[in-house]
């Protein structure tokens, strides 16, 4: 297949790339990312065909299937400049449906557990492929557009398209400015991680390898028109990560500080993975594993992050001064 990965110079997309050229070397991968702040050319293996371009703009070129995960994905940005967010997550998507539409591609859309909202720390409950959509922030509203778009095209012109919904990734390559790779990063200054609020908060963690696994078996052994659910039943507090983290630098577990807490930060998320077990799809990460692995590659490439991680923390300054 000729294969479209958009966003393909950011962190999850550009471990997709380096994963199927190990796990499925037979497909021709061409890159459409726009450049931005979010991207990093290091992400790209050498010799893969790179288109530059904003998905707002038509697409041209011959593609069987587009995998798409372009997007501003950072909550805190999207409480700053939202309107950035409606134009790439709504605009961009509807465009590349478009082409979908006209083409005849297979689509695959790249979604996140945001969508449904919050759950509150006690409830039993874990969002499932019927869960109502209940989104907070300008981030999660344009993210749950973007796949009422793709439901859409299904249903009026028969794109044969599938969505998934994915938990909190980390591992290589992720910005700076995301919550596991910003703790790290301070801790390799030796500088104390920093938590929102109460630091109870609690997200449902995922190796991005399991995740991208997890859109292979979907496109793969997925129906068209189905909504499937990826996680790795890794909820944890922010703190408990923290506490980790901590000891991993061989450090006091309780030696991080609160900060302002994000408005409207939505309390817990959880995934019930069943719909893409069903597939035969299973994680292959320990939490434990993945986070050594990922704290030694951020140790090993200081120069991946140094750049990005002073600008982040320029934002996070000015942030903290503007919430007091
Ligand atoms: P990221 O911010 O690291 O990368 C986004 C990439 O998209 C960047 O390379 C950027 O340059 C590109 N991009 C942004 N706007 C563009 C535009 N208008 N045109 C072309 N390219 C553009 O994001 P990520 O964390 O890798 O997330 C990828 C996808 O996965 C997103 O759709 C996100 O909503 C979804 N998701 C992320 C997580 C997570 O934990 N990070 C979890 C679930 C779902
Ligand atoms: O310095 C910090 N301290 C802190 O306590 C930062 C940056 C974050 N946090 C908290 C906020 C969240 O509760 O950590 C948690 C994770 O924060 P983020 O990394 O910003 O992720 P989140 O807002 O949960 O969203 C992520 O997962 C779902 C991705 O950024 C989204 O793209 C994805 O859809």
Redesign the pocket.
Known sequence: MKILVTGGAGFIGSNFVHRTLETHPQHNITVLDSFTYAANEANLPAGIEVVRQDICQPLTGSFDLIVHFAAE????NSLRDPLRFIKTNIEGTAQLLEYARLNDARFHHIS???VFGDLALDDPARFTPSTPYNPSSP?SAS?AASDHLVRAYVRSFGVQATISNCS?NYGPRQHP????P??IINLLHDEKP???GD?L?V?DWIHVDDHNDAVWTIIEQGEVGETYLIGANGERS?KQVVEGLNVAFDRDPKDFVHVTD?PG?DRRYAIDPSSTEALGWRPQYTFARGLKETIEWYRANPQWWADSREVAEETYLQVEKELG
């Open positions: 994905s950072h909550n805190d996140t557990d945001e981030y993210k909190n400015e995301k919550f596991i910003r703790q920093r938590l929102y630091g908060n997200r922010n994000r930060h």
